[in-house]
């Protein structure tokens, strides 16, 4: 169980002086098991053709000592297949102040919190929260997720009544948190060497009413790599990316669009180091179409799209120079979902992806043509179930 304990004992010493006057708490939590079956890849299930190694867990605690101060802290439990190995990490833990201006609010909080690209980055790991058993590989992709999702620093935020619905705004600054499972997506093992974080900062801003919801995010992520093995080279990737997102709900349906574009930029890793850095001007999008029926079920269909360089969308200039096939270059995912809110606290869900292309399957670094069709599919089940006291 990795980074638990410093962290556990950093919040207990936290709490302690506020113990005898506590005032509220919050507890809530779930556990969610999976199953995946996949044809002509092994993204996710290995070697195999299925995986039930899909099982998410969390337990969160949410307590006001004081007005204006909240602290606040999960641990979750994440198997993912072969692209994330069982492990126990604090999800997030931190220590809030805010205070209400106006109509409005203002605060800041420091320690681990979740980022807010995209409308679903920080809510991605709730089954409940988020919209499909695998979100749009396009804007949320899961082998570069410890990139992206966790982080160390400090984080600005404000909500403020404007017209018929809110403005919700977050300006954060820190460390990505990652782990292991980024060395294996990236490079193909984590003994060929580690990731660790270099820098994060982002900004995000939202707008919510009862019909629509808009929003804006810009994010520069580093990572730098520390090989241990020969034919590999020290260097780092950066992500500089855009992503702005639409939805709108009318009656029983709701549309959702958002759209990621800027660079990725690459500095050694698999060969030597060039006097300039690589830059991908990548792009990707998905466009999703729900609607809600009675009985609390769903009905969805998306057509997500990712290609790593807008300049090269066949992947032609890219198997020109790395000798590898050209579907590597991007990927079309049409993906068929339900989801089924048994009650309030049990959820059943499955989908079908119908995927052509493979940008974003691991390893990045060393795709494997021989496991890797371009043309490929996958289907996944999940039920879940959550509480709170």
């Known amino acids: 169980m990795k980074r638990v304990p410093s962290r556990f004992f950093s919040l207990v010493l936290l709490l ?10 919050q507890f809530n939590g779930f556990v969610g098991q999976g199953y995946i079956a996949a044809d002509d890849t092994q993204l996710v299930v290995g070697e195999g053709d299925t995986s039930f190694n899909i099982t ?48 409005g609010m203002l605060g800041i909080r420091g320690g681990l919190f979740k ?22 590989q396009s ?54 060497g580690s990731f660790d974080s270099e820098r994060y900062y982002s900004t995000d801003i939202e707008f919510q009413n009862d019909y629509l919801r808009l929003g804006l995010t810009y994010f520069d992520a580093e990572v730098s790599y520390l090989p241990s093995m020969e034919d590999y080279y020290p260097g780092d990737i950066r992500l500089k990316k855009w992503v702005f997102s639409g939805q709108f709900r009318y009656m029983n349906f709701e549309f959702t669009a958002e759209y990621m574009t800027g660079d990725r930029l690459i500095n050694g890793l698999a060969f030597p180091p060039m006097a300039d850095e690589l830059v991908d001007s990548g792009i990707g999008y998905y466009l999703d179409l729900r609607a809600y029926l009675p009985h609390e079920v769903e009905l969805f269909v998306r057509f997500d799209k990712h290609i790593d360089d807008k300049d090269d969308t066949d992947g032609k200039e890219y198997e020109a120079v790395t000798g590898l096939p050209a579907y590597f ?61």
């Open 16 to 25: 302690a002086p506020f113990y005898s006057w506590s005032s509220e708490w």
């Open 115 to 136: 980022n807010e690209t995209g409308f679903y980055s920080s809510t991605r790991n709730v089954p409940f929260t988020r919209p499909s058993i695998m979100l749009p």
């Open 56 to 103: 998410e867990a969390a337990f969160a605690v949410s307590w006001k000592p004081i007005e204006h101060i909240r602290i606040a802290s999960a641990l979750s439990y994440r198997q993912w297949g072969s692209l994330a190995e069982g492990d126990v990490n604090f999800d997030y833990l931190f220590i809030e102040y805010s205070h209400q201006v106006a109509e």
């Open 329 to 389: 270059a991007y990927t079309d995912d049409w993906t068929f979902g339900a989801r089924w809110f048994l009650n309030n606290d049990w959820l059943l869900a499955a989908e079908y992806h119908w995927v052509e292309g493979a940008s974003w399957v691991t390893p990045i670094v060393a795709p494997d043509p021989s496991t890797q069709s371009q043309h490929w599919s996958m289907f996944a089940l999940q039920i879940s179930y959550r509480f709170q006291w």
């Open 139 to 192: 804007i949320y992709s899961d082998y570069f997720r410890d990139a992206q999702l966790h982080i160390e620093g400090v984080d600005l935020f404000g909500m403020h009544q404007i017209w018929d619905g809110a403005v919700d705004w977050h300006v954060s600054v820190g460390k990505v948190d990652v782990t292991e499972d980024l060395d294996r997506n990236v490079m193909g093992s984590a003994k060929l």
